[in-house]
Structures are given as structure tokens and as C-alpha cells.
């Protein structure tokens, strides 16, 4: 199938890769190029190095791809997930993977104590202003 290029005002939602830009997207999630170079990997794709810096100078390529990377990694997280509670459960000692899945769940955040001081070295008034997101405690 041949995609059509973009006009200067398209939609992301709507850009239709080229055929090139599919492969090197392919190539690009492919893990077993993770450790490949620039040359190296234009080599996989059957493109030159001029043509792979066009493409990524070409803002709506750009978030395509972002796009696509962002898709892979959320199929992949509930998979990463399960496996961290799994050992969680496995590894009491551990608690980084429970601190991490709580914090994802909004049940914790991380307590902070910082001190301002003015001049001479003593303390100044401070106000705390909370977003929608960021409650004092008793106010939720």
C-alpha cells in the first residue's frame, strides 16, 4: 500500500507514513536494534542517512512515531506490571516495586520536610498554593 505525504497543516492523527517511514518505525521498535547506531540501522532499513534525518525533521513523522513508541510501551505495561507484583509478593524485603505501584495509584506520595530561611539565617513565612491535583490532607 502506498501512503500518502503529508501537507504542512495535516493532522498528526491523520499522517499516513511512507513506506520507508514504516520500516524504519519497524526498525526502531524492534529490541534487537536497541543497540544499533544511526549508520547501522539505516543499513537494516535499506535507507540512507540523509533520508533518516529528513524524516526526523518532518514534525508530523515525529509524533507519529511518538505515537506508535507510546502505544507499544502502554500494551507492554500491564505485563510489567503483573510481573512487579508478582514480585512484590515474591521478594518481601524489596519495597521499590510497591513504592512504585502505589505512588501509580495515587495512594502515596513521597513526604518532603524543607526548611526556608530568610536573612540572619531565620525562618520566613510561606505560602502553599494547591493545584486540583495536589491537596492538603482533609481537604480530599
Known amino acids: 500500500m502506498v501512503a500518502e505525504n503529508v501537507s504542512a497543516g495535516q493532522n498528526v492523527d491523520e499522517y499516513k507514513p511512507t513506506t520507508n517511514e514504516r520500516k524504519l518505525i519497524e526498525a526502531l521498535c524492534n529490541p534487537e536494534n536497541r543497540k544499533l547506531n544511526v549508520t547501522e540501522l539505516c543499513k537494516v532499513v535499506g535507507i540512507s542517512r540523509e533520508a533518516y534525518y529528513r524524516m526526523f525533521r518532518k514534525p508530523q513523522f515525529?509524533?507519529?512515531?511518538?505515537?506508535?513508541?507510546?502505544?507499544?510501551?502502554?500494551?507492554?505495561?500491564?505485563?510489567?506490571?503483573?510481573?512487579?507484583?508478582?514480585?512484590?509478593?515474591?521478594?518481601?524485603?524489596?519495597?521499590?516495586?510497591?513504592?512504585?505501584?502505589?505512588?501509580?495509584?495515587?495512594?502515596?506520595?513521597?513526604?518532603?520536610?524543607?526548611?526556608?530561611?530568610?536573612?540572619?539565617?531565620?525562618?520566613?513565612?510561606?505560602?502553599?498554593?494547591f493545584s486540583d491535583k495536589m491537596q492538603p490532607p482533609g481537604d480530599a
Not at 507519529?64 to 507510546?70: A, D
Not at 502502554?74 to 514480585?87: H, M, R
Not at 495512594?107 to 525562618?123: A, F, R, S
Request: include cysteine; charge should be neutral.
Open 62 to 129: 515525529v509524533e507519529y512515531y511518538k505515537r506508535v513508541q507510546f502505544e507499544a510501551v502502554k500494551q507492554s505495561a500491564a505485563k510489567v506490571l503483573a510481573a512487579t507484583i508478582e514480585y512484590a509478593i515474591n521478594e518481601p524485603k524489596c519495597h521499590q516495586d510497591r513504592k512504585m505501584i502505589l505512588e501509580m495509584a495515587g495512594l502515596y506520595t513521597e513526604k518532603v520536610k524543607q526548611e526556608i530561611t530568610g536573612e540572619g539565617v531565620g525562618p520566613i513565612g510561606v505560602t502553599v498554593i
